[in-house]
């Protein structure tokens, strides 16, 4: 059973658009909300985060929306592009280390 | 700094043999953990220390032993190897209350 749950699974976008991911949890300890990004053959890595008293974070074409009340959190990408094309988790952290992630979405941006 | 290291890269085993996956860190990381990664699953979280000596479950514990001797090192250990534990094998740490994880590059095991 996940307790951060990601969606979709996979995801084709056309080079230009928006992808967006979506993830929603139901513990309420959780206090920090990060997304990490991978390449095959690789570890995640940080991508972006966000904490549970801001309701947006904006870092040049990533921005996560975060809704407190419904317990939903989401990855927007704008201007996709070719090289975006990897695997992204959402992930949420409680106690101040423990991390559970999501699932996953495997995006493939199209040329 | 080489970040988080992770041996052996691949490893191949018989169902019943045991082993163990390596996992260092020079960044002086309080917080280590163990993920494993299979299709659909996302990354599940095996075990995690907070230090030297503290060592906790996660979701996913069954089969696997850890320890915590320094702060630099967080093994992990299979005592009897089954094929559900074909898997590849993040370890990642950070600071605590930073928020960032680092992840190795990965352990690929299949157990056969």
């Known amino acids: 059973q996940q307790q951060v749950k990601q969606s979709p699974q996979s995801l084709i976008v056309q080079k230009g658009g928006i992808s967006i991911i979506n993830c929603a949890y139901e513990?309420?300890?959780?206090?920090?909300f990060p997304w990490y990004q991978q390449f095959p053959g690789k570890g995640p890595a940080l991508l972006i985060a966000?904490?549970?008293?801001?309701s947006e974070k904006k870092e040049g074409r990533f921005t996560i929306s975060f809704n407190k009340s419904a317990k939903q959190f989401s990855l927007h990408i704008m201007d996709s592009q070719p090289g975006d094309s990897a695997t992204y988790f959402c992930?949420?952290?409680?106690?101040?280390?423990?991390?559970?992630f999501g699932a996953g979405t495997r995006l493939f941006v199209k040329a | 700094n080489a970040g988080v290291t992770q041996t052996p890269k691949f490893q191949v085993l018989k169902t019943g043999q045991s082993m163990t996956l390596q996992c260092a860190q020079d960044?002086?990381?309080?917080?280590m953990s163990w993920y494993r990664q299979d299709p659909g699953m996302g990354l599940r979280l095996i075990h995690y220390?907070?230090?030297?000596?503290?060592?906790d479950q996660g979701e996913v514990p069954n089969g696997y032993n850890v320890s915590r001797s320094t702060t630099e090192d967080f093994p992990l250990r299979l005592l009897s190897a089954a094929p559900s534990q074909t898997s590849v094998y993040f370890c990642?740490?950070?600071?605590?209350?930073?928020?960032?994880?680092?992840f190795g590059e990965g352990s690929r095991l299949t157990v056969l």
């Open positions: 960044m002086n990381h309080e917080y």
């Open positions: 220390s907070v230090g030297a000596g503290i060592t």
């Open positions: 990642a740490s950070s600071t605590i209350n930073t928020g960032e994880l680092f």
């Open positions: 966000i904490r549970p008293d801001v």
């Open positions: 513990n309420t300890a959780f206090d920090y």
């Open positions: 992930a949420a952290r409680v106690g101040g280390f423990k991390t559970i």
